[in-house]
């Protein structure tokens, strides 16, 4: 046991870096996964849970390829599992020294099984929209909390100080709630939609063709906002680099992404662009979390004078 303590990093190296990375890339790869599921009418290709069948935990060759992609799915949140724990072991030693790593950690452990039992409700629910967009919307959180560790290993504690000035930082704040109205617009409106995931499974009853433009709106806000603080980043010099590579980005993301949007509205939902739009919307929150964390990364001191949009110089908490 004094072995394996010895073992345990003491600072944040490269063991803690690729665990921090792989529980970012497993929450949105398994949002993908999760969309592969509801796409193809899978979501009952386990018919039960926590079991596949009521004799089996593995899906069986007479359930076909339907219950094939459904395991898949829960198969992969094992993976995440051992991903957490390797997480968590790996900031036991420093938790002292970094305690937001550890909260954060445990933060993403504790979500994992919490997403399990969701996602056994939404089966013994025969799929209600309203839990299968619950478990959409914890996915997104526990990404935007993986996000926040991936720039904490990267960067170090939290800063004292801002690198941009007062409105910038309210920019910032819009973007993401407006961001949050947007991805919850979309799960209402997926809910209503053809894409089920069985064809027994029931929709939310609300007006499909409303909630689309309900959908839209707030994202061409979000499109405004990321346009708006990237041309200050790069013409106005606001910022730090990390802050201007993480907000252009995010404008590059969300440029892809609306355009996916009215492929997909204009083409009759074809599940592909659909499986794309959900798992872009993830990695646009991953975006914009680094790019609002990244604003209190200190702009260099000599540079400070160039322009009144600058914050102060940062130090480190």
């Not at 995440?80 to 072991?89: G, N, P, T």
Request: glycine content about 14%; proline content about 5%; some cysteine.
């Amino acid at each position: 046991m004094k072995t394996l303590w010895n073992w345990l990093p003491s600072v944040v190296d490269r063991r803690v870096r690729i665990a921090a990375w792989a529980s970012l890339v497993s929450q949105i790869l398994i949002i993908g996964t999760g969309g592969a599921v509801r796409l193809t009418g899978s979501g009952l290709g386990c018919p039960t849970w926590p079991r596949c069948t009521e004799d089996s935990f593995v899906s069986t060759p007479e359930m076909g390829f339907h219950g094939l992609i459904e395991f898949g799915n829960r198969l992969l949140t094992f993976v995440l599992i051992i991903i957490a724990i390797a997480m968590f072991v790996f900031v036991l030693k420093i938790r002292k020294e970094r305690p937001e790593l550890f909260r954060m950690a445990l933060g993403l452990g504790l979500g994992i099984p919490g997403q399990a039992v969701i996602g056994g409700v939404t089966v013994l629910t025969n799929l209600n929209p309203y839990v299968v967009g619950l478990h959409y919307l914890l996915s997104a959180v526990l990404v935007g909390v993986a996000a926040v560790l991936v720039y904490r290993v990267r960067r170090g504690p939290k800063r004292t100080g801002w690198g941009v000035v007062p409105p910038v930082r309210a920019m910032g704040g819009a973007l993401i709630g407006v961001l949050g109205i947007s991805v919850a617009m979309g799960i209402l409106t997926t809910g209503s939609g053809p894409h089920a995931g069985d064809a027994g499974a029931a929709r939310n009853g609300l007006d499909s063709w409303l909630l689309q433009h309900f959908h839209a709106w707030p994202s061409y806000i979000v499109l405004g906002l990321v346009v708006t603080l990237t041309a200050l980043a790069w013409f106005a010099g606001v910022g730090s680099p990390g802050y201007r590579r993480a907000i252009t980005g995010s404008l590059g993301v969300t440029g892809v992404q609306i355009l996916v949007g009215l492929f997909q509205a204009n083409y009759g939902l074809p599940v592909l662009a659909v499986g794309i739009h959900m798992v872009l919307a993830a990695v646009l929150v991953a975006f914009v979390v680094t790019a609002l964390l990244a604003q209190r990364e200190p702009v260099r001191e000599e540079a400070m004078g160039q322009s009144p949009l600058r914050g102060t110089v940062a130090s480190s908490s």
